[in-house]
DNA sequence: ACCAGGGCTTTACCATGCAAAGCGTCCTGA
DNA sequence: TCAGGACGCTTTGCATGGTAAAGCCCTGGT
């Protein structure tokens, strides 16, 4: 496709945030990954529940998007013969997550920049035009 | 349905990461905001296009949107009788685009701390326990 | 007069997030 | 010992929201 002219700041003239994974880019697994990564050693369901502030559903919903993503363990068994679940991030995960962090610093750079530059931008502007 | 007792939705913003804003926490349209803030002076709907690689009505369906929550002006008009869009942050689009980019940059840092802060093993939390 | 094509909008579909309901187990008290 | 409630999760149902495809209206060429 036609890359147009202005602001590439990446190469190839695509954006940093077109490198976002969609499964992290996503506030609540956001908060469950920044939780997992402090914690090598996992973190019990109620733990990352109570961290992230989510509801029981939820959790278990994105515990289970993240689980199929390959981006976290998650190991069940019972304690005292109740559920118990122990959440852990994978290599992979940690790797991907710390990638998503990366971009995300990017993210930031090239927006940063661009509210810097400030350019006067194409011309013939507002002729005719009406707002919405 | 006032089941008490479960998921206690208080004390929340313990992280960064909650004060993203949905709207523009968005691939697309975090991709629009960043074009236009380098554009104070707006850009067309096609340029727009170009830059963000959209689709056109992709492209119309979040700038509704953005327009919709505040954060961008749409002017229509007619350029030799055809349609003609151009698309500018309001000063109130540039301030939460800004703010959303500061969160951003608390999201990275906590991440990163989190990363870093790797703490250490309490062991044998696995016990009895068999992956998912 | 017709057709191609530009410049958007609308529609239709499907993925996804989220809260409420459900399920099985344990614990307490009567 | 048998309610009834509290845990610890999972499942269900709904509403939102992103996207590609189709549609609409215009104009300029032939």
Redesign the interface.
Known sequence: ??R?N??PITDGG??A??G?E?II?E?AR??I???L??????LLFNEL????????GNLSRHLQVL?EAGLV???????KNRP?T?CRLTDEG?RR??EY?NV??N??A???A??R??????PS????????
Chains 1, 2 share one sequence.
């Open positions: 496709m036609a147009s202005k602001t695509r954006f945030y077109d976002l969609r880019h506030k956001l908060g990954l920044t939780s990564v402090a914690h090598p050693n996992g529940k109570d961290l992230c502030s989510l509801t029981d689980h363990e998650v190991w069940k068994g019972l304690h118990q122990l940690n997550f710390l962090i995300l610093e993210v930031v090239d927006a940063l661009a509210a530059s400030d350019k006067a931008s194409s502007l507002t002729d005719g035009l009406t707002p919405a």
